[in-house]
């Protein structure tokens, strides 16, 4: 659900909804939320014309496939070591069942949630399913946000609407060093300059 706010500058909206969206601890013993303009990580370049495709870092695309196969390796070396050894007795084999199938249900639903694609043209901004056109997105931001006691941050895209409200997508899977993400920033700086 979109939070309104009334301040008029979309800096101190994103400001001001970061800050209150903090508890005392989160104020005053971690590190600060970084908020940047998209031009910040724009580059200068040429090659984005038309229609821009972006998705996720491959690695986090793979993760999943990559954890199915290792799950379904690793629990047939199980079965099969049990079964060879003579030891696979109806105790061992429900725990081994369920842990299997568990495993290879998560493994489903991270590949079924594989990441988001963004589509980015001249007209606005295509976000799995949700579009935006350039007239109704008045800023954008990329918002950083501790991760508690962890190191790095949690990265979010952040649009502020013409009524000032405001659109968090998390960018999760786009890490600020990736090019996916240079291209993320330069095709939305160059689509639409006023971010």
Not at 67 to 87: A, E, M, Q, R
Request: aromatic letters at 14%; hydrophobic letters at 45%; a neutral charge.
């Amino acid at each position: 659900m979109p939070v309104t706010h009334t301040h008029r500058d979309p800096y101190l909206i994103v400001a001001a909804a970061e800050e209150g969206r903090r508890t005392w601890l989160q104020r005053n013993f971690l590190r600060q939320v970084n908020i940047n303009p998209i031009v910040r990580y724009a580059e200068a370049r040429s090659d984005i014309n038309g229609e821009v495709a972006v998705e996720r870092h491959p690695l986090f695309k793979w993760l999943p496939y990559i954890f199915l196969l290792l799950t379904v390796t690793g629990s047939g070396i199980l079965i099969f070591n049990f079964y060879h050894h003579y030891l696979f007795s109806e105790l061992m084999a429900i725990p081994t069942g369920l842990l299997f199938i568990i495993a290879i249900a998560y493994s489903i639903n991270m590949i079924r949630d594989k990441g988001i694609t963004m589509i980015i043209n001249k007209t606005g901004i295509d976000i799995d399913d949700s579009y935006f056109s350039w007239q109704e997105i008045q800023a954008a931001f990329i918002v950083e946000r501790p991760r508690g006691n962890k190191r790095g941050y949690i990265t979010y895209l952040v649009f502020v609407m013409q009524d000032n409200s405001l659109e968090y997508f998390d960018l999760t899977g786009f890490p600020l060093w990736s090019n996916n993400f240079k291209i993320l920033c330069t095709a939305i700086h160059k689509f639409h300059p006023a971010v």
